[in-house]
Nanobody
């Protein structure tokens, strides 16, 4: 199996920044795309950003120019640098990985989520 553990969430004021991290562990053969999703109260989970193993990125329009996704393949870790945060960025942020664990089928794995609150 694959375990994903997020960190870095918290309470910040509008305009401030946060850096989220997500580390994958377990008996992993390979990790393909990794990404960040978020879910605000009363709303569906939505894509924030994804990154392929080769470094190709994709962003939601709402975060383009403010958020940057990156990854360290050697550490099986993905990051999200969130700048110029807005109250509407408030949500639980979830890490996702398309991974192939040893002895199991390739699948999508999720972290437990980390809360990001943007408020003055």
């Amino acid at each position: 199996q694959v375990q994903l553990v997020e960190s870095g969430g918290g309470l910040v004021q509008p305009g401030e920044s946060l850096r989220l991290s997500c580390a994958a562990s377990g008996r992993i053969i390979a990790i393909n795309a990794m990404g960040w999703y978020r879910q605000a109260p009363g709303k569906e989970r939505e894509l924030v950003a994804t990154i392929t193993r080769g470094g190709t990125t994709n962003y939601a329009d709402s975060v383009k120019g403010r958020f940057t996704i990156s990854r360290d393949n050697a550490k099986n870790t993905v990051y999200l640098q969130a700048n110029s945060l807005k109250p509407e960025d408030t949500a639980v942020y979830y890490c996702n990985a398309d991974a192939w664990p040893l002895g199991s089928k390739r699948g999508a794995y999720w972290g437990q989520g980390t809360q990001v609150t943007v408020s003055s």
